[in-house]
């Protein structure tokens, strides 16, 4: 969600001195799994999201897993073919969370979690992040939960993890596990609380998926290729509105960063 920005600021930098800024390629699955630790809590609530799909393949493609790698302990458990690309009922969402604790499964996700920190660490090092110089993600939001992924797949380099937001919401998890943070917008964890910018939390997707959309698809993890990291993007779905509103949204936005500048 960080592209539009990125743009403002090459667009202020004609203008005024300003910070080095790069874009960095990343998202809440592409760090998120790679910090994975499968012994704490919480692993099952990141797979099952409420509004996102629950199929049993979708569900393991977020822990880089096809079903049919795994079709043996899956059939050995209870869950035939029939059942991998449809929506699971409660009780099968309990059942899927057991399987996790499955130690042929726990050995295969291991070496999944293990290859992808690798790649992901060697990708942080490559964008200058793991240098001992003072650096900031720019993002537009909400809880921390990626920013605490960067904070432990950093932990054992020199960097110091420091983020500046847009908007942070009540949700946020607290900053001993996500490191150190700035926000413009900061909601306050008191219920009736008024909060300035409340529309802004309010609408925070609409923010998310309209006016801070980017030209490539989710970043899903990285590889290497040529000897360099490069980052997977999901493949977008030609959309030929979505590319002509994508291209005027960020023309306007940008002339009227020009027009900020030059007032």
């Known amino acids: 969600d960080g592209q539009i920005l990125w743009k403002i600021a090459q667009e202020i930098g004609k203008y005024r001195p300003i910070p080095e800024c790069r874009y960095l390629y990343g998202s809440r699955q592409a760090w998120y799994f790679p910090s994975l630790d499968l012994s704490q809590h919480g692993v099952a609530d990141w797979l099952i999201i409420p509004g996102h799909s ?24 209870g869950w035939p073919q029939s059942l991998w690309d449809v929506q699971l009922s409660q009780e ?33 090092t490559q964008e200058g992040l793991t240098q001992n110089i003072p650096w ?18 950093l932990s054992k380099t020199q960097a110091k993890v420091f983020g500046l937001y847009l908007g942070i919401n009540r949700d946020r998890i607290s900053m001993s596990e996500s490191g150190r943070y700035r926000a413009f917008l900061l909601e306050s964890t008191q219920p009736g609380m008024p909060n300035v910018g409340n529309s802004v939390f309010r609408y925070a997707r609409i923010l998310e998926q309209t006016f801070t959309m980017a030209d490539h698809g989710r970043v899903l993890g990285y590889q290497k290729q040529d000897g360099k990291i490069i980052p997977c993007c999901e493949a977008l779905k030609a959309n030929p509105l979505r590319q002509a509103f994508l291209q005027e949204l960020t023309q306007t936005i940008l002339a009227y960063t020009n027009v900020l500048c030059v007032s």
């Open 54 to 77: 629950k199929s049993l393949r979708h569900v393991l493609a977020k822990l880089c897993v096809q079903p049919e790698e795994i079709q043996e302990i899956l059939v050995q458990n």
């Open 136 to 153: 900031a993600i720019v993002d537009i939001g909400w809880t921390l939960k990626t920013q605490r992924s960067l904070q432990k797949l």
């Open 92 to 124: 099968q969402v309990q059942q899927l969370k057991d399987l996790l604790h499955h130690a042929s499964l726990q050995a295969i996700l291991q070496e999944r979690i293990q290859q992808a920190r690798t790649t992901t660490l060697q990708y942080f």
